[in-house]
T-cell receptor
Framework: DSGVTQTPKHLITATGQRVTLRCSPR?????VYWYQQSLDQGLQFLIQ???????AKGNILERFSAQQFPDLHSELNLSSLELGDSALYFC?????????????FGPGTRLTVT | GNSVTQMEGPVTLSEEAFLTINCTYT??????LFWYVQYPGEGLQLLLK?????DKGSNKGFEATYRKETTSFHLEKGSVQVSDSAVYFC????????????FGAGTRLFVKA
């Protein structure tokens, strides 16, 4: 158990809908990262937050947005969903923001868009 | 651009065989390098890391050395077990204004008893 929790575990929704994925980092970790894992694209970095502020952006679509709240939990919002958004979404956390810090991954949320 | 290239899998070995999974990278600057492992149905977990050239990361019998001259971070284990069957990801983290992590495509390892 990494100490990172993600809810829900599974989500099935229809095209065009909007969903929110939630992540609680390990106790004391200030940095949160979001990743998308799909069979064809592999593991793609989406976005990083550090202590409430956006720090780094990866291949995140404009239909997707995220935020980190004062209690350090984070939410990833996916809107106007398409079939291709079906994937595993992982959240990870680390104590600080820095190149040498390992990331602790949550169990993931499996999103299926039908 | 910045990237990580891993050998394609799946890799199938018998128990107690020697394992090498190749990883090379392209990066501007001085990245930190990581190997993560993903067991079925789980998230990734750190296996080992190295933060500067010539550092050797090691854990649970796995080793990898940060080779700046060959831009490589190959994963090795002298004697694999069935319980090592998983997907292994090589990754680098770079300071690009924020710290961005780039993962390789992953290499699936099957170990037969």
């Amino acid at each position: 158990d990494s100490g990172v929790t993600q809810t829900p575990k599974h989500l099935i929704t229809a095209t065009g809908q909007r969903v929110t994925l939630r992540c609680s980092p390990r106790s004391g970790d200030l940095s949160v990262y979001w990743y998308q894992q799909s069979l064809d694209q592999g593991l793609q970095f989406l976005i990083q937050y550090y202590n409430g502020e956006e720090r780094a952006k990866g291949n995140i679509l404009e239909r997707f947005s995220a935020q980190q709240f004062p209690d350090l939990h984070s939410e990833l919002n996916l809107s106007s969903l398409e079939l291709g958004d079906s994937a595993l979404y992982f959240c990870a956390s680390s104590p600080e923001t820095g190149g040498g810090y390992e990331q602790y991954f949550g169990p993931g949320t499996r999103l299926t868009v039908t | 651009g910045n990237s990580v290239t891993q050998m394609e899998g799946p890799v199938t070995l018998s128990e107690e065989a020697f394992l090498t999974i190749n990883c090379t990278y392209t990066a501007t600057g001085y990245p930190s390098l990581f190997w993560y492992v993903q067991y079925p149905g789980e998230g990734l977990q750190l296996l080992l890391k190295a933060t500067k050239a010539d550092d050797k990361g090691s854990n649970k019998g796995f080793e990898a050395t940060y080779r700046k001259e060959t831009t490589s971070f190959h994963l090795e284990k002298g004697s694999v077990q069935v319980s090592d069957s998983a997907v292994y990801f090589c990754a680098l983290t770079l300071n690009t204004g924020g710290f961005k992590t780039i993962f390789g495509a992953g290499t699936r390892l099957f170990v037969k008893a």
